[in-house]
């Protein structure tokens, strides 16, 4: 155990940290009236804190003090879309061990080394559960599309390492209430970018059909919502809807 279970309340109760940056340095006005706790990652002051402080105290949490960090962070979730999702998404992230952005996806490395580790995301998603419950009471659809995505995501995960047909199926129901989510919380971002994962594990795992569905799906909805969240435009998402136009030419046939 890091720290004690008091600290950990400490640092969850600062909320999720966004750092920006100021010339070379990383800063946050927040700093000025922050004390750094000793142990914590980083003294707690992080992008996405308090994740990683919390994935590493999970396994030393009883029940009540579980329940107890997942309703005080759930507090500290935006309720409505913000411009940016980076540091709730990191904080999420980090809920799951997941420190650097990776994924089966992201590279045959990638791939090869979590199905090296097959790593155990239990204390995780029991935690997950509960912030989920406390999301769920305060309506915070937005808190809930952040949820739904990165479970999404290691739920993909899951279906391509194990070749698990129910975990990719359990992949697209989360994807979908992710989007039902974001519809309820203008979460445009949300409404497009979801249906671009659900094609690209599809079509990881094989199934074409589905990864075509998908496809179309992120275009389609690419054109409604894509400039309400990106209205200067944005490379990032421009070149993989690219790839979903390619997709679908690729594979132009008759049944599909």
């Known amino acids: 155990m890091h720290i004690t279970y008091e600290q950990l309340l400490t640092v969850v109760s600062w909320g999720i940290f966004s750092m920006d940056m100021k010339g070379s340095s990383v800063y946050s006005k927040k700093l000025k009236k922050i004390k750094k706790i000793d142990n914590a990652m980083y003294g707690g002051i992080y992008t996405g804190s308090p994740g990683r402080d919390i994935y590493f105290m999970l396994p030393y949490l009883n029940a009540q003090q579980m329940e107890e960090v997942a309703e005080k962070?759930?507090?500290?979730?935006?309720?409505?879309?913000?411009?940016?999702?980076?540091?709730?998404?990191?904080?999420?992230?980090?809920?799951?061990?997941?420190?650097?952005?990776?994924?089966?996806?992201?590279?045959?490395?990638?791939?090869?080394?979590?199905?090296?580790?097959?790593?155990?995301?239990?204390?995780?998603?029991?935690?997950?559960?509960?912030?989920?419950?406390?999301?769920?009471?305060?309506?915070?659809?937005?808190?809930?599309?952040?949820?739904?995505?990165?479970?999404?995501?290691?739920?993909?995960?899951?279906?391509?390492?194990?070749?698990?047909?129910?975990?990719?199926?359990?992949?697209?129901?989360?994807?979908?209430?992710?989007?039902?989510?974001?519809?309820?919380?203008?979460?445009?971002?949300?409404?497009?970018?979801?249906?671009?994962?659900?094609?690209?594990?599809?079509?990881?795992?094989?199934?074409?059909?589905k990864s075509l569905e998908y496809s179309k799906l992120s275009i389609i909805n690419a054109d409604k919502y894509y400039h309400k969240y990106f209205p200067r435009g944005e490379i990032y998402y421009k070149e993989r809807l690219k790839q979903k136009m390619k997709h679908i030419r690729d594979n132009n046939t008759k049944q599909n």
């Open 73 to 209: 962070l759930s507090d500290k979730f935006l309720k409505n879309s913000p411009k940016g999702y980076a540091n709730t998404a990191a904080c999420i992230r980090f809920l799951y061990g997941q420190f650097e952005k990776q994924g089966v996806l992201r590279s045959e490395e990638d791939f090869k080394r979590m199905k090296r580790e097959k790593q155990d995301w239990s204390f995780s998603r029991k935690f997950i559960k509960l912030l989920e419950k406390d999301l769920k009471k305060n309506n915070n659809y937005f808190g809930l599309s952040m949820i739904y995505e990165m479970e999404g995501h290691r739920l993909g995960d899951e279906a391509i390492i194990y070749k698990d047909r129910n975990k990719l199926e359990e992949m697209e129901n989360i994807y979908n209430k992710c989007v039902s989510c974001a519809k309820k919380c203008k979460g445009y971002k949300h409404m497009f970018s979801i249906y671009y994962w659900a094609s690209e594990y599809f079509h990881k795992f094989g199934d074409i059909n």
